[in-house]
């Protein structure tokens, strides 16, 4: 449905008296220019003081029983409310002056500025967030080496005018795409719309950025050092293709036979069988033009080299030898056994819609991945862990302390070990 010049995607569903809205443009972190990064998070921020500033919306919202919510990643800017049905268009008026005609005022702008700022430095006091983090930049040049909401200095260089410039250019008169889901028997769907898109004008395209190639010699190892830490956080991790690129069913159901479910390779051998960990993961973080796989847990100190040569070795397992017949039941069952349940409320199926909007997917698409995973065989698995699983193309990062990690890395002969300081990683 078109309206006022935007487009509604509206979901009915009787009896769900709590509903989702949600707008998405095409603003996410790759729209940014060079000399701006990480201002499209920091406009996500500032949208939620409201007309009036100083965190303005919340308590207007709270009137009506709704919630803002906002979101930036690599190819999108998603705001969006959750209301009770019949509060949507009290909440839906709110939300259209907040992310159409909001404050910007510059002392929101620098309260907002400091706390994610703050933010970012609590995240890397977390060694697992330090380590993911760190990644960027050793499989990446431009803008996907930053993170996604940008560095710390890059943040306290931006300025209330390149807010007010990103909005006005990406948010405040671009239509976007209105995802509505909920009960809607009793509501006027169109006046939802023309009170989002009144005024604006039609979807800007999405800005293509080719991933740009991986800086020094592959497979490499780099230690963020944490003298005395007792512990490692550490991350195996490669490029991956785009997400428009990849057969998904293939795809997670490599992933979650290595590392996304309790019974997987790397979670058996590192947890269950030697007892160096709580959990051991893997999985895709896949975008329009480009994507990464990682591979992470977190050992003692001790056991950090061997657990980075049992991973290479599971990975090579599976290149080598493909899936067993039990672990092809497991992908199967478990990504579509509790599809029912995982799409039974407005927020589930606004999100699904959400990433559907954003990588130009079919209307069918959640019928079209279920019928994938259904119809995988362990030859199709088998021949995806050949083509996504590249151990000579990856890189490890590890949080941990240099001393007493250095030697024993060096002696796993994966590649080049390189030991950088933590604190002036990102400078």
Known sequence: MRVAGGEIIAVDLPGQSYASLRLVHPAGGVSERSDQ???????????????????????ELEKHG?????????????????????????????????VRTPALRPEDVQRRQEQLVERFWVDMSVPRTLAGRAVGPQLFTGRYATPLGGGPSGIQALTPE??????????AGVAGTLIV??????????AIGKAVFTG???????????????????????VLDRPGAVQSALVLATQAPSRRDVDLPRAEGVSSVLGGMFGSRLNMELRERRGYTYGAHCRFDLRRDGGVLMANTEVDTPTTAESISVIFDEIERLRRDGVTEDELVAV???????????????????SA???MVVHDLPEDHVDRLRAGFEALTAEDLHTAAQELLRPDEAVVVVAGDAEALTDALTETGVGQVTVRQAETYWE
Do not use: C, M
């Open 181 to 190: 889901v909920g009960d809607l028997s009793t509501i006027d769907v169109e």
């Open 162 to 171: 390149a807010v007010s410039q990103f909005h006005a250019a990406a948010i």
């Open 353 to 355: 819609l959400v990433e």
């Open 37 to 59: 990064v990480g201002v499209a998070k920091l406009t996500s921020e500032v949208l939620e003081d409201g007309i009036h500033g100083n965190s303005s919306l919340a308590p």
């Open 66 to 98: 709704a919630e803002w919510t906002s979101g930036v990643t690599w190819d999108s800017f998603v705001t969006g409310v959750d209301a009770p049905v019949g509060r949507l268009p009290d909440a839906t008026s709110l939300f259209a002056e907040a």
């Open 332 to 350: 199967r069952d478990s990504n579509t056994v509790g599809l029912p349940v995982q799409y039974s409320t407005s927020w589930a199926i606004s």
């Open 200 to 222: 604006t004008s039609g979807s800007v395209q999405p800005r293509s950025v080719a991933p740009e190639p991986t800086p020094g010699p592959l497979p490499r190892v780099v």
